[in-house]
């Protein structure tokens, strides 16, 4: 769920910052953006360059260094956080963030940011426990923070009882849960097709196209993670199948992949055809490979099948079904053709020359076609946000349809 999100790692003059490290390092290997923020005393525990090295991005920690850029620091990140954390969130922090003081970079971005706060306290199980700590704690979480609580062990003072940062498999599980989607489609049978097919010219080469599969297995990963029972069909792809999969079905050829889909179409609620299924394929496949010494060749090809076609004129009362339409010219006229075409619900449109939104990006630039004729436009997103919007438009049908 954190793929994507940029997130503001704030660290404080605890014992306890040493765990922000692999806080830090989780959270960009979740695919999540990360900006850290360091108080002065944070860097007597940990230094600005192992948090630099981490994180892959400069780090903020003087609210008087020279200006490279015509952003003001603190409200630079204060307006870019999908979600700010505070860890280790000492009682000095949670004293000042609780009465609005800022006096240093962390805290006067703390006071700017209108993304959703996480404060994960440790300390000394005194101060932790302390009636002034604790109101600072409750004046938090009644302006919506949310607190982490700390773990209970043996402290850095000789002591045991709470007060420990919880581990940072335990933290960023926290913002991972904070971004996890309703169970908008618990119940729903979801059948999703990615990547490429190929078609075999000889045992070594084929006809293919350049599908990464990305754009697929993000619906499916969101898909699965809003409760749908997700089905998904790929064919030959480098990535790995999204956790919580009801079926990973791998194929290669575009008949391989008709048969996987047609087997399963009857008991599905969503159809989503991200897949590049190649539209021809060789007539006859040579038994060994071609050597080269062979000379000129002249391949004589033959049509594909239609599968998504093919699924709209099987589609029942009821199910959804959603194409995808990537071109290079006449965007809208295409995606709209082939939406009437093939009986869908909703067609994903890309200009695939456009920057971003090619093949094997991490990111696409699309517009949303629905059978009413309303085109909705994107903006440059992640795939997996553009999964999430796609997914919300297809429960805003299903709800209005009841």
Not at 17 to 37: D, M, P, T
Not at 270 to 276: C, D
Request: hydrophobic residues 45%.
């Amino acid at each position: 769920m954190l793929d994507g999100k940029k997130i503001v790692l704030g660290v404080t003059g605890g014992i306890a910052a040493y765990k922000a490290v692999e806080v830090a390092s989780r959270l960009r290997q979740a695919g999540a953006e990360v900006h850290v923020i360091m108080t002065r005393a944070a860097k007597e525990f940990v230094t600005e360059l192992t948090f630099r090295e981490i994180s892959g991005q400069p780090v903020a920690s003087d609210m008087w260094a020279p200006v490279t850029h015509w952003n003001v620091a603190h409200i630079a990140l204060a307006n870019l956080a999908d979600a700010f954390l505070i860890a280790p969130a000492t009682a000095n922090l949670l004293a000042k963030a609780a009465h609005g003081i800022a006096d240093d970079m962390l805290t006067t971005t703390l006071l700017a940011t209108p993304a959703p706060l996480f404060f994960a306290p440790a300390m000394n199980s005194r101060m932790y426990g302390h009636p002034a700590t604790q109101q600072n704690i409750a004046t938090l979480r009644s302006r919506g923070a949310h607190i982490i609580e700390p773990a209970t062990g043996h402290l850095a003072c000789g002591t045991d009882g709470p007060g420990r940062l919880p581990e940072p498999a335990v933290l960023v599980k926290a913002l991972d849960d904070f971004f996890r989607p309703e169970k908008t489609l618990a119940g729903k049978n979801v059948l999703v097709t990615a990547a490429g097919t190929v078609e075999p010219i000889d045992p070594v080469r084929y006809i293919g196209n350049r599908s990464s599969g990305r754009m697929g297995y993000a619906i499916a990963a969101e898909a699965a993670a809003r409760g749908a029972a997700v089905t998904l069909v790929s064919g030959p792809s480098s990535l790995t199948p999204p956790e919580g999969l009801k079926r990973f079905v791998p194929v290669e050829t575009a008949a391989q992949m008709r048969e996987a889909v047609l087997a399963v179409f009857p008991a599905i609620d969503i159809v989503i055809k991200a897949a590049a299924v190649a539209d021809y394929r060789p007539m006859t496949v040579a038994p060994n490979k071609i050597k080269k010494d062979a000379g000129e060749i002249t391949l004589r090809l033959e049509k594909n099948p239609d599968i998504l076609r093919e699924l709209g004129q099987r589609k029942q009362p009821g199910q959804i079904l959603v194409g995808f339409a990537a071109e290079t010219e006449n965007l809208l006229a295409y995606a709209q053709s082939k939406l009437e075409k093939k009986n869908l619900d909703f067609i994903v449109a890309n200009d695939v020359t456009k920057p971003g939104a090619g093949f094997n990006t991490e990111t696409n630039l699309a517009k949303l076609i629905a059978r009413n004729g309303t085109v909705e436009e994107f903006p440059l997103l992640s795939k997996r946000e553009l999964a999430a919007r796609l997914l919300d438009r297809i429960t805003e049908k299903n709800k209005a349809e009841l």
